[in-house]
């Protein structure tokens, strides 16, 4: 039975960091791609980041890149979300996701999500 666990989330200040994590279990981690996306209320899924199996490839939506890095630990079966010099419009539910072997976007599990909230 596939799980993905995350956590992390929480308040920070504009310009603050937090680390999100994605604890998977019930599959063999270092053959799936694996993604993170983020719902905020009346404005749907945004997906954010991907990673593929081997870590070799990343993915990130434009408005986060070179703020947001998303390194994997296949020994673990951890995924992490960093973000860094958070903006008042990260805040969102992240949702870690574990994808196909070809795409991260190509989801059968997602997390229960972890809230991010951005505020002085």
């Known amino acids: 039975q596939v799980q993905l666990v995350e956590s992390g989330g929480g308040l920070a200040q504009p310009g603050g960091s937090l680390t999100l994590t994605c604890a998977a279990s019930?599959?063999?981690?270092?053959?799936?791609?694996m993604g993170w996306a983020r719902q905020i209320p009346g404005k749907g899924l945004e997906w954010v980041s991907g990673i593929s199996h081997d870590g070799r490839e990343t993915w990130y939506l434009p408005s986060v890149k070179g703020r947001f890095t998303i390194p994997r630990d296949n020994f673990q079966n951890i995924v992490r979300l960093q973000l860094n010099d958070l903006k008042p419009e990260d805040a969102a539910l992240y949702h870690c996701a574990k994808g196909s072997r070809w795409s991260y976007r190509e989801v059968d599990s997602w997390g229960q999500g972890t809230q991010v909230t951005v505020s002085s």
């Open positions: 019930g599959f063999t981690f270092d053959m799936y791609q």
